[in-house]
């Protein structure tokens, strides 16, 4: 039962999200929104060895924006933080098998929360470091 334009991928995340939810006091943090269409993701990560050990998600917005979040976690998840800095928003978008394109900016918001998350897990690695 997909709706015109989405996949079966797309509906199955969407009705059965995965890694939804926060994680406390994470490694890594990213929150990143768009004032046109009113979605807001935020990326939580655990990063154990390297590794993205952990990756939850919390998105207000629309179904795709809530099915591209899902994916993106799982694409993520057992990935080092390099791998995970290079999975793209079109990368996102074909796993789901494709998005209509007036929806194609909510796999954009997905890998940027990812980046962000990534990215400032790398900083505060840094300062630990000094």
């Known amino acids: 039962m997909s709706q015109p334009g989405y996949s079966d991928k797309v509906m199955d995340?969407?009705?059965?999200p995965r890694n939804v939810g926060v994680i406390e006091d994470p490694d890594g943090y990213g929150?990143?929104?768009?004032?046109?269409?009113g979605d807001v993701m935020e990326m939580f990560i655990r990063v154990k060895?390297?590794?993205?050990?952990?990756?939850?998600?919390?998105?207000f917005g629309c179904g795709a924006a809530i099915a591209?979040?899902?994916?993106?976690?799982?694409m993520a998840l057992g990935k080092t933080v390099e791998e995970g800095l290079k999975i793209?928003?079109?990368e996102v978008g074909r796993e789901l098998g494709g998005l209509p394109p007036n929806k194609m900016h909510c796999s954009n918001l997905a890998a940027d929360?990812?980046?962000?998350?990534l990215e400032d897990?790398?900083?505060k690695a840094a300062v630990r470091k000094g």
């Open 88 to 90: 793209t928003r079109d």
């Open 49 to 59: 060895d390297d590794r993205i050990e952990e990756i939850k998600f919390r998105t």
């Open 113 to 117: 929360a990812l980046h962000m998350a």
């Open 121 to 123: 897990y790398l900083n």
């Open 13 to 16: 995340h969407f009705m059965n």
């Open 31 to 37: 929150k990143v929104g768009n004032p046109t269409c």
């Open 68 to 74: 591209t979040s899902s994916m993106t976690t799982e």
